[in-house]
């Protein structure tokens, strides 16, 4: 019998519990769960197994009858009453594991669920990918010492009263560009800021996909010092790197500000692609205020977290490469 919904009612039927339950009795018959758990954690696996339309409903089912019974178990000598009773189900540990996570996570798995090709292993990676969420988003409100690095995707990082992200992406990568205004879109405070690096070649397709999701602020000179740096594509020397500033409800806070920084040098020896702390430091000085959040979603070797720490702001970075992570980490703490 199933519901409005698509989904098994919980009926008061019992099934016979000797023996296994064959699959064709189950499609030929009414699906009913039955009140003896035994029976009932075989008929919902043996479902879950046998009819794929109906699999993660059973899965659900199946889990929520063995989350029930494991909260009865008790320990013994051996090992404890649910295990003892799980192998009388037929059902292994695993798969007992794989049915409890569902049930625990229903919601979790909507999306699989109304993906185009629905199943249990969908529903567990939709579980997987929602648990990783939660644990990026609950370490990210950490941000004091070496916890202030966090190592992943800025993509999957939720935050919010930012007050200034500050960050280098890959010049050659205008895509994370948008996905960091993106991001930075929901992260920032009214009238907070995001202030990129950027390169020339790519700047208009960067600038298209920035603009889809903040506030065009102004574009900041910062000279290369004793660096000609060929463009050979365009045959132009280039001397100087552009400081993209975007902001969210952007009424100006600042005091006035000059639009050319200082340089500082070439900075390479922690990161390939590292930058001076002299400009992070101005940067974050003129367009953060005083103990406010700063974010670098690419954090690299830390620079922007050890200008921020120096200034006294609160600092969280995000780092995808493991190695840089724990190399930011070290400095910044």
């Known amino acids: 019998m199933t519901c409005s919904s698509g989904e098994f009612c919980g009926s008061m039927a019992w099934f016979p519990t000797g023996g296994s339950l064959r699959s064709e009795s189950l499609l030929s018959g009414a699906m009913l769960s039955p009140r003896e758990p035994l029976a009932a954690a075989r008929h919902w696996h043996e479902l879950s197994v046998h009819h794929s339309a109906k699999s993660m409903d059973a899965a659900r089912h199946c889990g929520a009858v063995l989350v029930k019974q494991k909260r009865l178990s008790v320990k013994t000598r051996g090992g404890s009453t649910f295990a003892a009773w799980l192998r009388g189900t037929g059902i292994s540990r695993t798969q007992a594991e794989r049915y409890i996570l569902i049930a ?9 669920r109304k993906s185009s090709q629905p199943s249990i292993e969908a529903c567990l990676r939709a579980i997987k990918e929602t648990k990783h969420r939660e644990v990026i988003a609950v370490r990210a409100k950490t941000v004091v010492g070496a916890d202030s690095i966090l190592e992943g995707d800025f993509r999957e990082v939720e935050l919010s009263d930012v007050d200034l992200v500050l960050s280098d992406p890959p ?20 009238g907070g800021l995001l202030a990129v690096y950027a390169g020339q070649y790519h700047l208009p397709t ?7 999701h903040l506030q065009y ?12 740096q060929l463009v050979a594509v365009r045959r132009i020397f280039c001397r100087w790197k552009p400081i993209l500033l975007f902001g969210r409800d952007v009424k100006p806070w600042w005091d006035c500000a000059q639009d050319s920084i200082p340089s500082g040098g070439r900075a ?7 930058q001076p702390v002299s400009e992070a430091t101005h940067l974050i000085s003129h367009f953060s205020p005083p103990g406010g959040l700063v974010v670098d979603p690419m954090a690299g070797s830390g620079t922007v977290g050890i ?27």
Do not use: Q
Not at 268 to 274: R, T
Not at 309 to 330: Q, S, T, Y
């Open 217 to 228: 602020v102004w574009t900041i000179h910062a000279p290369h010092v004793h660096a000609n």
């Open 171 to 190: 010049y050659g990568s205008p895509e994370l560009y948008a996905d960091l205004a993106r991001c930075a879109a929901s992260w920032l405070r009214p």
């Open 268 to 274: 390479k020896d922690h990161h390939e692609w590292e």
């Open 307 to 333: 200008a921020a720490r120096k200034l006294g702001r609160r600092f969280i970075g995000v780092e995808l490469d493991g190695n840089a992570a724990r190399m930011a980490r070290l400095r910044v703490a």
């Open 206 to 212: 960067i600038m298209a996909g920035m603009c889809e």
């Open 104 to 112: 625990e996570n229903w919601d979790a798995t909507l999306p699989a």
